[in-house]
């Protein structure tokens, strides 16, 4: 089933269940923070990243992200402006905010391949957060030689203050601490990422989240999830949807937002930007 063509009656709907759920399971992906003006390209980019530009042709600061450095001075000066403006600056328009006072007041849980800490930033619990896919403020051993992650904000902050014609002094390249190896980002892309001890605890969470509402009036809403990784937050939701007919399902998405004929009475789709939405159904109490 596609998306509802009536919006008004869709978002009067929307709050009617999360008047109702006896609690919220938010799945949020990259569409969210988009909504949010975390664009990776065009004026943000560009802005930001002129000489990259120049030198390389880059189209785009994600794909620039996975371009081989010849050095590791380079390498942290690209990576330390990435790093500061999608992880230690705000969102330039108030989405979270406006998610935040939609289910500040409600029995919540929030999952998520976001990696830009735009969730504790606007005031939602910490313990009520799994990060599925890292964090860009955390680095771990490339190798990596053991599973803990660090901090990287002072050093961050440092990159970018010093950093000249596209190289940061070599004092502030991160090492592990452990074998000497290079840090790398804490941030899924292959086998080597680290699951470190709050990693897991956040994932006890949401599952013991999930085993105590099992068979109440949950509403799922998923927020921005694409086709990339299906299966962390949209096949998970659909299928807890299918299993528990006191459930509801909920999905705003530019142009992707769609659910299986098996839970179409149980789920409402929108296909509109998200943060239009999400003001909407803040506009009124509920």
């Given at each position: 089933m596609r998306s509802t063509k009536n919006t008004r009656d869709a978002v009067r709907k929307i709050k009617e269940k999360l008047k109702n759920a006896d609690a919220v399971v938010i799945g949020a992906?990259?569409?969210?923070?988009?909504?949010?003006?975390?664009?990776?390209?065009?004026?943000?980019?560009?802005d930001t990243f002129p000489d990259f530009i120049e030198k390389y042709g880059f189209r785009d600061m994600y794909a620039a992200g996975f371009y081989p450095y010849g050095t590791l001075e380079e390498y942290w000066a690209y990576w330390s402006r990435y790093i500061f403006i999608n992880r230690y600056q705000n969102a330039p328009k108030s989405v979270y905010s406006d998610l935040y006072k939609l289910v500040r007041d409600k029995d919540y849980f929030v999952l998520t391949t976001n990696v830009d800490h735009c969730f504790q930033k606007a005031g939602f619990d910490k313990k009520r957060l799994f990060y599925t896919q890292g964090d860009y403020g955390l680095w771990q051993c490339a190798k990596p030689c053991h599973s803990k992650t660090y901090d990287n904000e002072t050093t961050i902050q440092k990159m970018v203050a010093e950093q000249e014609s596209m190289r940061i002094p070599s004092k502030l390249i991160p090492y592990c601490p452990v074998c000497g190896a290079?840090?790398?980002?804490?941030?899924r892309a292959d086998n080597t990422f680290v699951e470190d001890s709050g990693w897991h605890i956040a994932a006890d969470r949401y599952q013991d989240f999930i085993r105590r509402h099992e068979g109440m009036k949950i509403l799922y809403l998923e927020l921005g999830v694409g086709g990339n990784t299906p299966g962390i937050i949209k096949y998970p939701f659909w299928q807890m949807t299918y299993s528990n007919p006191n459930a509801a399902y909920i999905c705003i998405n530019l142009s992707e937002a769609y659910v299986p004929a098996e839970i179409r009475k149980q789920s409402i789709c929108i296909d509109n930007d998200i943060g239009d939405i999400l003001q909407q159904l803040t506009a009124h109490a509920l």
């Open positions: 992906g990259a569409g969210l923070s988009t909504s949010a003006g975390f664009t990776y390209s065009g004026k943000r980019f560009e290079p840090m790398a980002m804490n941030l």
